[in-house]
Nanobody
Framework: VDLVESGGGSVQPGGSLRLSCAASSLTLRYSPIGWFRQAPGKQREGVSCISNKDDNTYYADSVKGRFTISRDNSKNTVFLQMDTLKPEDTAVYYC????????????????????WGQGTQVTVSS
């Protein structure tokens, strides 16, 4: 599975970026897909995923209300619109295919990813 991210960069706090992920050899309509990130010295953190079954979207609490995930099945591409960026959003963002993307116990985001791309750097700094 080849996942190629683009759209990262440097932005001031409060700014926006839109990440894109083009998938080859993977048909997005048949697979949940999403993003995770890793900041220096920190563990990986799931950011968001979108279900292939019902297009439901899920987000980490830290990005809810600021990030929006979407997919274009005709272009085999997934997007992450990031608004109101904060310095703590600084990280390498990875696009990933997920094997689980949903809720457990009614409200807990449950996810597992298996393949990911090379990542794109997002830096939020004044």
């Amino acid at each position: 599975v080849d996942l190629v991210e683009s759209g990262g960069g440097s932005v001031q706090p409060g700014g926006s970026l839109r990440l894109s992920c083009a998938a080859s050899s993977l048909t997005l309509r048949y697979s949940p897909i999403g993003w995770f990130r890793q900041a220096p010295g920190k563990q990986r953190e799931g950011v968001s995923c979108i279900s292939n079954k019902d297009d439901n979207t899920y987000y980490a609490d830290s990005v809810k209300g600021r990030f929006t995930i979407s997919r274009d099945n005709s272009k085999n591409t997934v997007f992450l619109q990031m608004d109101t960026l904060k310095p703590e959003d600084t990280a390498v963002y990875y696009c990933a295919s997920f094997v689980r993307c949903g809720l457990v116990a009614g409200s807990i985001w449950d996810y597992e990813y298996e393949y990911w791309g090379q990542g794109t750097q997002v830096t939020v700094s004044s």
